[in-house]
């Protein structure tokens, strides 16, 4: 995992909740709409970049809903670990 994919994390369904990602995130910033192949499923959710680097989760690259493609940790739930 790289350094830059801890900075990074993919959250989708109740995860996205702002009240759920501040406090399990505090200081994250919302970066944009973005979805991840899983099992050839396509899964939307959103990107935030976080304040400290979280190592917990697998590393996926993710894409925005603008093309740009970011390598982010995701959850096996998509839920914050």
Same mark, same amino acid.
């Given at each position: 995992?790289?350094?830059?994919?801890?900075?990074?994390?993919? %959250?989708?369904?109740?995860?996205?909740? $702002?009240?759920?990602? %501040?406090?399990?995130?505090?200081?994250?910033?919302?970066?944009?709409?973005?979805?991840?192949?899983?099992?050839?499923?396509?899964?939307?959710?959103?990107?935030?970049?976080?304040?400290?680097? @979280?190592?917990?989760? @697998?590393?996926?690259?993710?894409?925005?809903?603008?093309?740009?493609?970011?390598?982010? %940790?995701?959850?096996?739930?998509?839920? $914050?670990?």
């Amino acid at each position: 995992m790289s350094e830059a994919a801890a900075g990074y994390r993919f %959250l989708s369904g109740a995860a996205m909740e $702002p009240e759920a990602i %501040l406090a399990a995130y505090p200081g994250s910033r919302f970066v944009a709409r973005a979805h991840v192949m899983a099992a050839d499923n396509e899964i939307w959710g959103i990107l935030i970049h976080l304040a400290t680097p @979280d190592p917990a989760g @697998d590393a996926h690259d993710v894409t925005t809903d603008d093309g740009r493609t970011f390598t982010a %940790l995701v959850s096996n739930d998509g839920h $914050p670990t």
